[in-house]
């Protein structure tokens, strides 16, 4: 596709579900980002992917928060046992040597 | 391990009048350095990069950066600020040797221009 696409764009969830978020990269990008913000409030990393590289995961906040690439493509972003500080914009940016490219986000809501 | 400071939470300019928003980084190696802006409600947006060579890299909506290697820094400017321009702003950094090195970004600046 032409840009990096995230989907849902929204996403209301209960407290204690486990949710799915899925990036689509720009097509042949070896680098793949999460990212977490809050409203209004600076980027805070979640997890890297370069290539067929171990993923850096050190950011993650916890073990409810797993990631994975299928194929050097297509990301999921998975949190489960939802919690209400989990209410975030989960951003995804895709890049292959220079700049990143940003997808629009997930805005996650727990209720 | 690389890193990038922008030192000012907030800036506040009036309009017309030039404005600056901080950076300055730490990298084992060569930078290669970028600027994202982030509207209302909206994503990312790629604002400009230096890779190599002058110092002094144009992008768009008219701002601009300056490279400065023995000082560490790579600060945003305008000439001359524009009420639109009022956004949150990013900078980022990643070492230019190795492919897979990845891109460490600032805090963030808001940037409030005032009429």
């Known amino acids: 596709g032409a840009g990096v696409s995230q989907s849902p764009s929204n996403k209301v969830t209960e407290k204690g579900k486990d949710v799915e978020l899925r990036c689509d990269p720009i097509?042949?990008?070896?680098?793949l980002y999460w990212y977490r913000q809050s409203l209004g409030q600076g980027l805070e990393f979640l997890i890297y992917?370069?290539?067929?590289?171990?993923?850096?995961k050190s950011g993650l906040p916890s073990d409810r928060f797993s990631a994975e690439r299928t194929g050097g493509s297509v990301s999921t972003l998975t949190i489960q046992r939802t919690q209400q500080e989990d209410s975030a914009v989960y951003l995804c940016?895709?890049?292959?040597?220079?700049?990143?490219?940003f997808g629009q986000g997930t805005r996650l809501t727990v209720v | 391990a690389q890193s990038v400071a922008q030192p000012e939470d907030q800036v506040n300019v009036a309009e017309g009048n030039p404005l600056t928003v901080k950076c300055t980084y730490s990298?084992?190696?060569?930078?290669?350095l970028f600027w994202y802006v982030q509207y209302p409600n909206r994503g990312l947006q790629f604002l400009l990069k230096?890779?190599?060579?002058?110092?002094l890299v144009k992008g768009s909506y008219g701002f601009e950066a300056e490279f400065n290697k023995s000082q560490t820094s790579f600060h945003l400017k305008k000439p001359s600020a524009l009420v639109s321009d009022s956004a949150l702003y990013f900078c980022?950094?990643?070492?230019?040797?190795?492919?897979?090195?990845?891109?460490?970004f600032g805090g963030g600046t808001r940037l409030m221009v005032k009429p």
């Open positions: 230096y890779i190599t060579g002058d110092n």
């Open positions: 992917f370069q290539g067929n590289s171990a993923p850096d």
């Open positions: 990298v084992s190696g060569n930078p290669y």
């Open positions: 980022a950094v990643r070492d230019s040797h190795g492919a897979g090195n990845m891109l460490t």
């Open positions: 940016a895709s890049s292959l040597r220079q700049e990143a490219f």
């Open positions: 097509s042949g990008h070896t680098a």
